[in-house]
């Protein structure tokens, strides 16, 4: 997986960054299931961005989520394509 200094996370920080217009706080987070079977299969990197907390609930009976960080999520998601289409027009 890419460190948070990898040239692959630089996207989906800057992605974030001016979504949120706050800097980037990197946490410990794992995953595995599906996705990391993509990833094993596939030989390409899964990303994860994080737009919901703890509080939310994942997966339990009363799982919700906050609307103004989904609409952020939304809105990362829309700067990352750009910011992934001018890191892959420069990649080495």
Do not use: C, N
């Not at 040239?7 to 299931?33: D, I, Q, W």
């Amino acid at each position: 997986m890419p460190r948070r200094d990898h040239p692959r996370a630089l996207p989906s920080s800057s992605a974030l960054a001016r979504a949120f217009e706050k800097p980037v706080r990197f946490t410990r987070e794992g995953g595995s299931g599906p996705a990391a079977d993509l990833q094993e299969v596939l030989g390409a990197p899964v990303l994860f961005l994080g737009i919901s907390v703890p509080s939310d609930g994942w997966h339990a009976p009363d799982e919700k989520v906050e609307l103004d960080l989904l609409l952020k999520g939304v809105e990362t998601s829309a700067h990352l394509w750009g910011d992934l289409a001018e890191y892959w027009r420069h990649a080495p």
